[in-house]
């Protein structure tokens, strides 16, 4: 059945009243065991915790206290809906929590998880987790993310860590909610874990020393996270505040888990999955050896780990490196298919794309300040140009942001504010902190920052002014040689992954047409029933920006051979009975012609082509 936000939300709200309402609001008996063997038993702690932070983002409507009586039931409805969906985050909270303590006892052989457990962040990103798929499938407008991250006091950065581990203990979860998790963790990496007050900034500072200076001066660093006292206070919260719980707060004081940076042992780490495809040369080391693979930590035990504290897999690293290391993975992944997406759309060899992709991983990894505070699809459009211009490859800059403007992931923002700290530019002049439009930051920021770069990717780019984008017009013109990737004396680059098939998917760059796989389901019942009749529908968009009546008239007009305003006739044509059809499809005769090939294709799908009406649009 085409899926439609009617029956997108009928299909994720029976899940949630199906499978999740009827679960009990409290922690099963095999959580409280995994509570009850910590250090100290936890069973409290974290049901406190739960009442306080889902209250904060589903808090209670006190506007009726301060208007009239004639408010008193719409304040009432509101206090029950909110009742609701505390209650529905709560048990979805308490379910996953379950799964992935399972998970983590069997990857670690061992049931005490107090590391994990007694972790205030981890059980925050949780519960902000959970409410926000109880917002999706109820689509709560008015309750839009962040605000999920917001009133559970949190960052961007905190919540990507548990998407993945969301999605995979919670086996349930409708395709729906997944996408949306998945469309949410696409947001988090192309621009919120990199604004200003990111905790990623608090782990990178430690894994990258050399950035510090640029961080500090710019201020990005994370506020500490707020206690569940100041959560309580800022949302009105009326359940009370936790009871003293020393040993607790000493753990996240010196494990740095509120993200404090007066000292270097208190910013927080945020490691992720360690078993990510990003390699650092030394994880490969360790990973050559067999024996050492089963020894890697579980995926949210090292996530969540102290920043100075060495991987527990032996690799040589930090927590706080290896989280960064997973972290950029998930860009550099995240880059390929935006830059697959470019090229196609430019219609540019599997060359670009190499050096392109290539370029842009040298950037993250050597000159990473240019990711700070901005958008990473300003980092590609700027790396795409700027490969063009290094070697011969005739290609304009509105080209690039013409083709852009057609990607789903366009964003307005990208093209009109780019963040700038002028104290970077060289021999400029100017001073401060503003948003300019892309081509000013291209030739003041980011081509002096990188051409270096540039200038090891082939003889094109030997001086800087052939790269500027001129301020007149953008038509500067310039083939790519088979340059080099990497660059000689950069750390190693991988090669271009393989991106998994997307649905619908794309079948012809010069034609908007698109395929998907037919469902099991179906597929089943064409192969096992052969009792049915199949019919074979041909369709086809006649000319781009019309409207389906015309495509319907002209193709009306086709089958008729009359003119453009002649209805389809069936009183000339002969109707074909079910035998006939199942005797095509299922023809004895091996040597048969190949018209009668054609008629034994047992489904065949009418495709229209959906084409965006093109406004004239202004130089860049």
Known sequence: MLQTPVSTAMTTAKWLRTVISPLPSKPSAELKRFFSVCDRDLTNEVTHRAHIILEAIFPRNSLGERMSRSMHSSNLMDTIWAEQRRMEALILYYRVLEAICTAEAQFLHASNLNSLLTNERFHRCMLACSAELVLATHKAIAMMFPV?????????????????????????????????????????????????????YNSLIIARPKLAADIIRLRLLADPMPSLDTVAANNNVAFGSLPPMPSLQKHESSAGQNG??????????????????????????????????????????????????????????????????????????LTAVRINGLVQGLKLSQQVRETVYCFVQQI??????????????????????????????????????????????????????????????????????????????????????????????????????????????????????????????????????SLPDISPKKV????????????????????????????????????????????LTAINNRINGKKVNSRLNFDDVGLVSDSQVLGSL??????????????????AVALTSTVKSEQPESES
């Open 148 to 200: 999920v991250v917001e009133r559970s006091g949190i960052t961007a950065f905190d919540l990507s860590k548990v998407i993945e581990s969301f999605i995979r203990h919670e086996d349930s979860l409708p395709r729906e909610l997944m996408r949306h998790l998945n469309h949410l963790e696409e947001r988090l990496l192309e621009s919120m874990v990199w604004e200003k007050g990111s905790s990623m």
């Open 260 to 333: 404090d940076i007066r000292s270097p042992k208190r910013v927080c780490s945020d490691s992720r999955n360690v078993s990510s495809s990003f390699t650092s040369p030394v994880k490969e080391c360790l990973l050559a050896f067999n024996g050492q693979k089963s020894r890697l930590p579980p995926p949210l035990q090292s996530a969540f780990a102290s920043p100075q504290r060495p991987n527990p897999g032996g690799s040589g690293e930090t927590c706080a490196e290896t989280g960064i290391n997973a972290f950029f993975s998930k860009i550099v992944k």
């Open 364 to 497: 993250l990894s050597q000159r990473t300040a240019l990711f700070f505070n901005r958008h990473i699809d300003m980092i590609i459009l700027c790396s795409l140009f700027g490969v063009a211009m290094n070697s011969k490859l005739t290609l304009t800059f509105k080209e690039i942001i013409n083709n852009y403007r057609k990607q789903p992931h366009c964003k307005p923002e990208v093209l009109s504010s780019v963040f700038v700290d002028w104290s970077t530019a060289r021999h400029n002049g100017r001073t401060g902190q503003e948003y300019v439009d892309i081509v000013a930051f291209y030739n003041e920021i980011f081509i002096p920052s990188v051409k270096p770069l540039l200038v090891e990717l082939g003889p094109g780019g030997t001086t800087l002014e052939s790269n500027l984008i001129p301020e007149a017009k953008n038509n500067s013109e310039g083939t790519l040689s088979p340059s080099t990737c990497p660059c000689p004396g950069s750390p190693r680059m991988s090669s271009f992954p």
């Open 508 to 551: 012809s760059a010069a034609h908007n047409v698109y395929v998907s796989p037919l469902q099991s389901s179906k597929m089943e019942d064409l192969i096992s029933n052969g009792s049915r009749s199949y019919y074979a529908c041909v369709g086809e968009s006649t000319h781009a920006y019309q409207s389906p009546s015309k495509d």
């Open 586 to 603: 299922y023809s004895p005769n091996d040597n048969a012609t190949e018209s009668s090939s054609a008629t034994t294709t047992t489904t």
